[in-house]
């Protein structure tokens, strides 16, 4: 049975661990912390597009433990954490294959760049996803999950899984990629990571939508649902706007990517037989996204994650293309007037991304396998 540790104590993290579980991976579920084992166990209820249960799992804080014998590292944890785990692996030595997922917008290269300061001299080969595998949300867990048997520690509802999967990786980085194929067999190979980074929707589908609704957000505590009726047709213009802009950057670099209905409905998360055309119905109507609340605050990853780690990099690489990016420009300073200045600074810079001060064409020849 081959083993695989996933990183990563949140909803991904236990949609990975569920769902890889279930095709017969052995898996190790890593947390930065792990309460006291009950007599029966670590358990972790399950439901939606995987089935329903309750399974037990091998949870642990002991990464270096955990990867002794594994063939690989899957790591699904918000960006904000990537170069945290990048320093962990290299202290504990590891040489596994090494996959993001999600990557959002140059995590493989954050990656790299921890490793190379870190001064690792054999860092494992590295490949990353363009979005979590999972549309997913953890739930909490009261008495037997499953109506019988021990009790679970933890929840998670699986509401969609990628139907597509574009996945790429560094120079080296082909065990990775492999990897990545075995664990999802929606997996695409894109060109490079660059590709699969711009390939990410989510630094169209939730900036516009949180900004334009912070004042909801504020007010209500999240409570409302951020895909249907936070899904104005101003905020699906803005997208449409964000997004050629996206386009525009992908282009200059020379991908030829999807639009964010084409993305969105290759992944899953907008019906087959969606209006392409009329973003606010196709996304409203999405059954994937249906369920899902809005932020609870200005703290929530839409806001602390996509901005800095997804619109920040975008502008970032249009300035080195070239390319006008006004509105993306104008969502970032938005979010910084709003009091996520400090948050975004620490997002992804060309420099925390090691390409500062190349051309596009040299970029390119940097990242591409």
């Known amino acids: 049975m081959t083993r695989v540790v996933v990183m990563g104590g949140g909803a991904g993290g236990m949609a990975a661990t569920v769902d890889l579980t279930l095709q017969g991976f052995e898996v190790i579920w890593w947390r930065r912390t792990v309460p006291e084992e009950p007599p029966t166990g670590f358990r972790l209820a399950y439901r939606g597009v ?35 785990i990048a320093r962990l692996l290299a202290e504990v030595g590891c040489s596994a294959p090494v996959v993001l ?63 597509r999967l574009p996945v790429a990786c560094l120079p080296g980085g082909e065990a990775a990629l492999e990897l990545a194929a075995r664990l999802y067999p929606g997996a695409v190979t894109l060109p490079d990571v660059l590709a699969v980074g711009l390939a990410e929707v989510n630094m169209v589908l939730h900036p516009p939508g949180a900004i334009l609704g912070a004042a909801w957000v504020e007010a209500t505590g999240g409570g409302f649902r951020f895909y249907v009726e936070g899904m104005t047709s101003g905020v699906a213009s803005v997208m449409a706007r964000l997004d050629a802009e996206r386009l525009a950057v992908a282009n ?36 994937a996204n249906a369920r899902i609340m809005a932020p609870d605050s200005l703290g929530h990853r839409y806001y602390t994650e996509d901005f800095g780690y997804g619109l920040l ?15 993306a420009q104008a969502l970032l300073d938005l979010a910084s007037a709003a009091g996520l200045e400090a948050a975004i600074a620490e997002g992804r810079t060309l420099e925390r991304l090691g390409l500062d001060g190349l051309s596009t064409d040299e970029i390119v020849a940097r990242i591409r396998p």
């Open 313 to 327: 990099p975008l502008v970032e690489l249009a300035k080195a293309a070239g390319v006008a990016t006004p509105v």
């Open 252 to 287: 200059a670099f020379g991908y030829r990517l999807g639009s964010l209905m084409e993305e969105m409905s290759a992944i899953g998360t907008v019906e087959p037989d969606a209006d392409p055309e009329d973003i606010q119905g196709a996304i409203s109507t999405g059954e």
């Open 50 to 84: 995987c089935g329903e249960g309750v399974m037990p799992v091998m949870c642990t804080d002991d990464l270096a433990g955990g990867l002794a014998g594994a063939a690989g590292v899957l790591v699904c944890l918000p960006s904000t954490a990537h170069r945290h």
């Open 101 to 163: 997922a999600p990557g959002h917008l140059g995590g493989a290269l954050e990656v790299a760049k921890v490793w190379r300061d870190a001064g690792m001299k054999s860092p494992p080969p590295l490949a990353e996803c363009s979005t979590l595998p999972y549309t997913v949300r953890a739930f909490a867990v009261n008495g037997h999950a499953d109506g019988s048997g021990p009790t679970a520690q933890w929840g998670v509802n699986i509401t969609g899984a990628a139907a």
